[in-house]
């Protein structure tokens, strides 16, 4: 049976050895609102910029944004792109790069020009010289890899045919992983799938598998037919096939073939998506898991990439949250204990582009009242943040005995009701300041308010939020049930 926490634990204690094309992807974004009197060519007013760790830099950083330790090895040229691409990775604590300089070559560098407003990729402009590297930078790389071979619990190969992966990098790496019992991974660019003979995994896309099988093949059975036809050339374990919105094929040598359909997520950035497949692959099979939950953890990780802007990273909180049904999550993973935690929760949802609600209240005692309230609210959202008072704001609020349950046990209860997303506890005596912070598509009380009595009715309806009041269960109250509740003792 899957336990993703038992397979989490067992993730971050792995060592992934990646091995790749390492390149500095430069995202610079604006708003597209003319044409260039110069050219028939749009023009974009920059707004921002961003760097990201690129290329096979990107599974590292995806296998570190899982918890798990990263020994990266690729090539670097002597220039200002390998010097931002050295500081970036000195930020990751769990990446330790083992980085070749050759002077004789630029960087990889790719930079994307981005319309803000349409999420739409105008332009790429690339720096860099796609050929094999020289027998000296070759010499250097396979002495690299054989040193770290012997610590890595599995071994993956990011093949974007930048001219890392030579053939005898290639040879070198998977007969010295086999030797010493270690699974490699390949996410192939040569169509020769011959060139990765004797790796346990090759993850090609679809038009990759065509090219390489050359076959046209579309449905589930003619997949398998030709990953098994191609597997007898490579002696592999598996082959996986991704295939963008129609899912991912995993045919093993032995066994029957496992298909999982696409998550359906609106799709922002495919940048980067490759990489985090076989990055969640590398680290869940070295932990252990079998093929079947292996792969759909890389296709839920998939779908979580796929809903970001940029290059993007997916963590194992979000990760499970993509796993796991919403009503089987522990209630814990339904509370933001701290500002951080809120602020990344509310960024994932506003680059999903989904409607964030918010309630408020004690909740001292939950009743029906509470929960046709909650109920009302989250079917005006698509996520719904419940303000919680502390314990400290409950007696200033309610008196000395009050509440009869502390915040912990409030928050916990509320946490598993399934229209809850997230349960954040404040200590003001109003929700104005968190309301600020939320910054709410629509805040929402009940009827037993007017609009005006709302706090934070001001702060929601400047920026063009809602203010939306529901209907009330009338003969339910807290301080009714508490009062009904000691009486019947006197």
């Not at 060519?41 to 096979?56: K, L």
């Not at 070559?105 to 020009?113: A, E, G, I, M, Q």
């Not at 497949?277 to 979580?304: F, I, M, P, S």
Request: glycine residues 6%; aromatic residues 4%.
């Amino acid at each position: 049976m899957f336990d993703f926490d038992t397979l989490s634990q067992a993730m971050v204690r792995q060592t992934v050895l990646c091995i790749g094309d390492l390149m500095l992807d430069e995202f610079v974004y604006g708003e597209v609102g003319r044409i260039s009197p110069e050219a028939p060519a749009p023009v974009i007013a920059v707004q921002r910029s961003e760097i990201n760790v690129g290329g096979a830099g990107n599974v590292a950083r995806s296998i570190a944004a899982l918890g798990a330790h990263c020994i990266f090895v690729g090539i670097v040229g002597d220039d200002d792109a390998a010097r931002a691409l050295k500081a970036e990775l000195a930020k990751e604590s769990l990446i330790e790069p083992m980085l070749v300089v050759d002077a004789a070559r630029p960087t990889t560098r790719k930079v994307r020009f981005v319309s803000e407003h349409f999420s739409t990729h105008m332009l790429r402009a690339d720096w860099e010289r796609a050929t094999p590297v020289s027998a000296e930078i070759e010499t250097t790389l396979i002495d690299a890899i054989t040193t770290m071979l012997p610590r890595a619990d599995i071994v993956l190969l990011s093949d974007y045919a930048k001219g890392v992966l030579t053939e005898k990098v290639i040879r070198t790496t998977i007969d010295g992983a086999r030797k010493l019992g270690k699974r490699v991974i390949v996410d192939p660019k040569n169509m020769n799938f011959a060139a990765y003979r004797g790796a346990s995994l090759l993850t090609p896309n679809r038009k990759e598998f065509a090219d390489a099988t050359r076959s046209a093949a579309r449905t589930e059975v003619e997949i398998v037919e030709a990953a098994r036809a191609s597997m007898r050339e490579t002696d592999g374990e598996a082959m996986l096939v991704t295939q963008s919105e129609f899912g991912m094929t995993l045919v093993p040598r032995q066994g029957e073939a496992i298909h999982v359909p696409a998550h359906q997520v609106k799709v922002r950035d495919v940048s980067g998506a490759g990489d985090t497949v076989v990055a969640v692959l590398g680290v869940a099979l070295a932990a252990g898991a079998n093929w079947d939950t292996a792969l759909r953890a890389a296709n839920a990780a998939a779908a979580v990439a796929v809903s970001k802007q940029g290059t993007a990273t997916v963590s194992l909180t979000e990760l499970r949250r993509k796993m796991l049904p919403h009503a089987s999550l522990v209630v814990e993973d339904k509370i933001a204990l701290t500002p951080e935690q809120l602020a990344a929760q509310l960024k994932a949802w506003r680059t999903e582009d989904l409607r964030i609600g918010f309630t408020n209240g004690c909740f001292d005692i939950l009743h029906p009242g509470h929960v046709k309230v909650i109920t009302q609210a989250r079917a005006a959202c698509d996520r719904l943040v419940l303000g919680l008072n502390s314990d400290a704001s409950v007696k200033r609020l309610k008196g000395p005995e009050r509440p009869l349950q502390n915040q912990q046990a409030r928050a916990e209860v509320l946490a598993a009701l399934e229209a809850v997303d997230l349960v954040v506890i404040f200590d003001e005596d109003t929700p104005l300041k968190l309301i600020a912070q939320i910054k709410p598509s629509v805040l929402v009380k009940g009827g037993d308010y007017t609009r005006e009595q709302v706090i934070g009715h001001e702060v929601v309806t400047a920026y063009g939020g809602e203010v939306l009041l529901v209907d009330i269960l009338e003969g339910f109250s807290t301080t009714s049930l508490v009062k009904r509740a000691r009486e019947s003792k006197s």
